[in-house]
């Protein structure tokens, strides 16, 4: 059994590219596997946040990751800043981090990118992203390839820990489903979808009713073309519905592009918005009933005790392997 970390920041409302880039294969993956789910609140006050809006986001995260699947008997699911060896682990990577690697990541060169006053936590957090991992023994990592950078570091620090200290982590590896893995923009399909996007008709949300969602495909930017085909370079529209459709229904691409051969966008596009609509429904329904519940309550509280037994103990671990704290004299 091998055990598996993921980390979704309660910065919006998810979309479904968090639903088919890695909700969705969560279900699976905690049937055969040891999980941690873990809403990464600390990660998400990197830029500013309403602290009413955050602590919102943070409890509707938890409900749709229930409403996707995620069965607490089989998974741990809890809330980062509920678990205090996250952030000293943190620091103690940060202690083995170089600036020069935090600030070649992509994510931080972005987000700093034309601003004057950028927070030093957007520089820093990746580390606490590597000791979020590093706690639970991490074998495997899902992510979007997005991701793929930080996890390189996560697995540097890890090595430079082990070489430096004392071999006590496990280097994680990295997987990135082959299908759903990027879902792009609906407006600009050569950008991913972002729950923080301004354009709200680039992005299906998880909570949409269905006259928003169909909406929103009918009005995907496509081409002038006319044939559904998945060609990522010269048709990133057509390619972009077809994975979601994909995804959404189980249903092969070359099956999509066969079933809609000689037929229009206009049927493809309601077709895909029906898709969507049949895998969101349940979880929307379990969704409402989860999240002003004691239920889920009961589930965060359980998932932090399950989650802080085990990252405390490693957190025990590095902490001697660095030389913290102190020798105790016997009696």
């Known amino acids: 059994m091998k055990t598996i970390f993921s980390g979704i920041q309660p910065s919006g409302t998810l979309t479904i590219g968090n ?7 969560f279900v699976t993956l905690q049937e055969e596997n040891n999980c ?34 995620i069965d607490p008997e089989k998974s741990t699911l809890f809330i980062q800043s509920e678990v205090g060896a996250h952030t000293q682990l943190g620091w103690m990577m940060q202690s083995i981090s ?11 060169k972005d987000k700093s990118d034309g601003k004057e006053a950028v927070s030093s936590s957007l520089l820093t957090y990746p580390p606490l992203m590597a000791a979020d991992i590093l706690l639970y023994g ?26 430096k200290y004392n071999d006590i982590f496990t280097v994680p590896e990295i997987s990135i489903p082959k299908v759903g893995a990027r879902i792009m923009s609906l407006q600009e399909p050569t950008k991913k979808m972002s729950k923080s996007d301004e354009n709200q008709k680039a992005s299906i949300f998880m909570l949409d009713d269905e006259k928003q969602i169909e909406k929103k495909i009918k ?37 999509l592009e066969e079933r809609y051969h000689g037929k229009g966008y206009g049927e493809f596009k309601q077709d895909t918005a029906n898709a969507v609509i049949e895998a969101l429904k349940p979880i929307q329904e379990r969704y409402h009933e989860l999240i002003h519940s004691q239920e889920l309550d009961d589930i965060l509280d359980n998932g932090a005790d ?12 590095a902490k001697k392997a660095m030389g913290l704290g102190r020798i105790k004299r016997k009696a």
Do not use: W
């Open 138 to 163: 991490t074998d495997i990592v899902p992510v979007g390839d997005d991701q793929k950078q930080h996890l390189e570091l996560t697995r540097n620090l890890a090595q430079r820990f082990n070489n």
């Open 36 to 69: 941690y789910f873990c809403i990464v609140d600390e990660h998400a006050i990197t830029v500013p946040q309403d602290r009413l809006k955050l602590r919102e986001n943070i409890r509707s995260l938890a409900a749709l990751y229930l409403a996707s699947g």
């Open 219 to 255: 009005s995907a930017v496509t081409d002038s073309e006319g044939i559904v085909k998945y060609d990522k370079e010269n048709k990133p529209g057509i390619s972009n519905l077809l994975t979601i459709y994909a995804s959404c229904t189980g249903q092969t691409i070359s099956e």
């Open 98 to 108: 170089y600036i020069g690697e935090l600030e070649r990541m992509t994510q931080f």
């Open 19 to 25: 639903y088919l880039g890695a909700m969705k294969h």
């Open 306 to 317: 399950k989650a802080s037994f085990t990252a405390t103990k490693m957190l025990t671990k």
